[in-house]
């Protein structure tokens, strides 16, 4: 059964880019099929694979096209070869996709529907949401089956997390009934400072025990060098502490998944 996880935080500069490779490689190695989606008209992930999002938008080949053209989503996805998650790349025209989806009808299913003929492909698929509450964010979400919400911690990143549960919420009374958060990742954590464990405190207060807090991602400028690498920093410096919390979510996805 194929898992769908919207990677989602309203809050720029919070690692959704970065947990997305690195969470879609942990799923690689473990003999999963991944496909990755660029739902962020920034491109930061097509660009992380190391894609032209500016050459692929000129074929008409990134999501925009899928979204509100007829182009087939089967005919974007980007193979990643043995091992690797394939690839949905985005480019800035999807910034240009919001206005016309108010026009529609279905405007907040539009992303599910084009998805449905590939899904059954994958075991896993990955969202990487813009950073904004937006149709866009809320098409990932009425697709998803379960919400990973990576959190910087600092106290601009925490302070929409609520406004992120409330539309979780309309979502799930209005479009997806079935949709799960699977938890909060708090990133790009200095455990030496005293600011960011005052966030992890007030994460812990505003999740109570409603929603799991997972162990935070440790900074370290490996994750900038493996990015201008183009490679998952799980592959490329495999000793950084942070990537062990992205093979602990590996791990407990596959027991997620199989609950279902």
């Not at 990643?80 to 009808?105: F, K, N, R, V």
């Not at 183009?230 to 592959?235: D, F, V």
Request: hydrophobic share 40%; aromatic share 6%; charged share 20%.
């Amino acid at each position: 059964m194929t898992t769908v996880i919207a990677l989602a935080n309203q809050k720029g500069g919070v690692g959704k880019t970065t947990s997305t490779v690195n969470l879609a490689c942990a799923l690689a190695q473990r003999h999963r099929r991944v496909l990755a989606i660029d739902m962020d008209p920034q491109s930061s992930l097509t660009i992380y694979y190391g894609h032209n999002p500016r050459a692929l938008e000129k074929q008409e080949a990134t999501l925009y096209w899928a979204l509100m053209k007829d182009q087939a989503m089967e005919n974007l996805i980007l193979a990643g070869g043995a091992g690797t998650p394939d690839l949905i790349p985005a480019s800035i025209s999807l910034a240009g996709a919001e206005p016309e989806l108010t026009l529609l009808w279905d405007s907040a299913s539009v992303f599910r529907d084009k998805l449905q003929p590939v899904r059954d492909r994958y075991d896993f698929i990955l969202v990487d949401c813009p950073p904004s509450l937006t149709l866009l964010t809320v098409n990932a979400l009425a697709a998803a089956d379960t919400l990973l919400i990576p959190v910087k911690t600092d106290y601009l990143s925490i302070m929409g997390i609520p406004l992120l549960l409330d539309t979780v919420e309309k979502v799930r009374k209005r479009l997806n009934t079935h949709l799960d958060i699977f938890g909060v990742l708090p990133t790009m954590y200095n455990a030496r400072n005293i600011h960011d464990n005052d966030c992890l405190a007030e994460l812990r207060e505003i999740l109570t025990s409603r929603i799991r807090l997972f162990e935070p991602v440790h900074r370290s400028t490996s994750f900038d060098r493996s990015s201008a690498m183009s490679q998952a920093t799980l592959e490329a410096f495999p000793d950084t502490p942070g990537v062990r919390v992205y093979h602990q979510l590996a791990d407990e996805l596959l027991t997620h998944g199989e609950s279902r």
